[in-house]
T-cell receptor
Framework: KAGVTQTPRYLIKTRGQQVTLSCSPI?????VSWYQQTPGQGLQFLFE???????NKGNFPGRFSGRQFSNSRSEMNVSTLELGDSALYLC?????????????FGPGTRLLVL | GNSVTQMEGPVTLSEEAFLTINCTYT??????LFWYVQYPGEGLQLLLK?????DKGSNKGFEATYRKETTSFHLEKGSVQVSDSAVYFC????????????FGAGTRLFVKA
């Protein structure tokens, strides 16, 4: 099976712009979660989608949003970018039925905000 | 609230040394516990997991036991190799209507030849 893929791998934006990141889960996986990784804050949970519905979300401002399509592919959007949004954004997929499941991570999108 | 605390690094060991990375957690409900590893420039990979109290997860010589009484999930390996150099993350997952995974801060391990 192909792994989780994320596009683009690298992105440079300026403050005030918006950005959309994409994640394609492993075939058959219906849950997609997004995480932000920074040196200062570590790995922080953004949100989780299952069957096109957001089931859970972390403590991020409304500038961070996401969606999931019927084929389970997911996108996250960050509007009005700030310097502090520079980070590695990771998505992870799993079948979606319980906490005992292993999440499979993509390689991440590295976002730099100038 | 839910949280994971793991020992700060970096940890520097010589090849064939014994490794312990401490991890404790606070959680409501009954979490599953995981250790993930991140090699330079890569995403996270599952190292091992345990889904209930007293379960032992093991993989590639690493092992960890889910201790509910001490709320701990310490990672151990009897003899580390240079190739084990990476960042190790302890994590808990909860399912309360939706998935949520909480990660520890990560512990960087350097193994010298």
């Amino acid at each position: 099976k192909a792994g989780v893929t994320q596009t683009p791998r690298y992105l440079i934006k300026t403050r005030g712009q918006q950005v959309t990141l994409s994640c394609s889960p492993i075939s058959g996986h219906r849950s997609v979660s997004w995480y932000q990784q920074t040196p200062g804050q570590g790995l922080q949970f953004l949100f989780e989608y299952f069957s096109e519905t957001q089931r859970n979300k972390g403590n991020f401002p409304g500038r961070f949003s996401g969606r999931q399509f019927s084929n389970s592919r997911s996108e996250m959007n960050v509007s009005t970018l700030e310097l502090g949004d520079s980070a590695l954004y990771l998505c992870a997929s799993s079948p979606g039925s319980g906490a005992q499941e292993t999440q499979y991570f993509g390689p991440g999108t590295r976002l730099l905000v100038l | 609230g839910n949280s994971v605390t793991q020992m700060e690094g970096p940890v520097t060991l010589s090849e064939e040394a014994f490794l312990t990375i401490n991890c404790t957690y606070t959680a409501t409900g009954y979490p599953s516990l995981f250790w993930y590893v991140q090699y330079p420039g890569e995403g996270l990979q599952l190292l091992l997991k345990a889904t209930k109290a007293d379960d032992k997860g093991s993989n590639k010589g690493f092992e960890a036991t889910y201790r509910k009484e001490t709320t701990s999930f310490h990672l151990e390996k009897g003899s580390v190799q240079v190739s084990d150099s990476a960042v190790y993350f302890c994590a808990l997952s909860l399912f309360t209507g939706g998935f949520k995974t909480i990660f520890g801060a990560g512990t960087r391990l350097f193994v010298k030849a």
